[in-house]
């Protein structure tokens, strides 16, 4: 069973910022253990993703590891603004 982390990402982050249309979830490298997923929101939403004392985005990775888990790999998601 293939997971879409992109996807994923996508729909937990999608209803938590003002800008979605600016919201960019992107694969940054990929190997047989690991995933590295880039979060590139607007300057505004920033702080909606990440939450007060990182909550939201702990929460966010959370969800991202295990569903990495199930399937053997380590996921790490870095939360950006442009």
């Known amino acids: 069973m293939a997971v879409n982390f992109e996807q994923l990402i996508t729909d937990l982050v999608k209803p938590l910022v003002v800008h979605p249309d600016d919201l960019i979830v992107k ?3 990929e ?11 607007h ?4 702080g909606r993703v990440i939450g007060k004392g990182g909550k939201i985005a702990n929460a966010i ?4 590891y295990a569903a990495a888990s199930r399937i053997g790999k380590k996921i790490n998601i870095d939360i950006d603004s442009f």
């Open 61 to 64: 990775r959370t969800i991202a």
């Open 27 to 29: 694969k940054f490298s």
């Open 43 to 46: 300057k505004d939403d920033l």
């Open 31 to 41: 190997d047989e253990e690991n995933l590295t997923l880039q979060v590139i929101v």
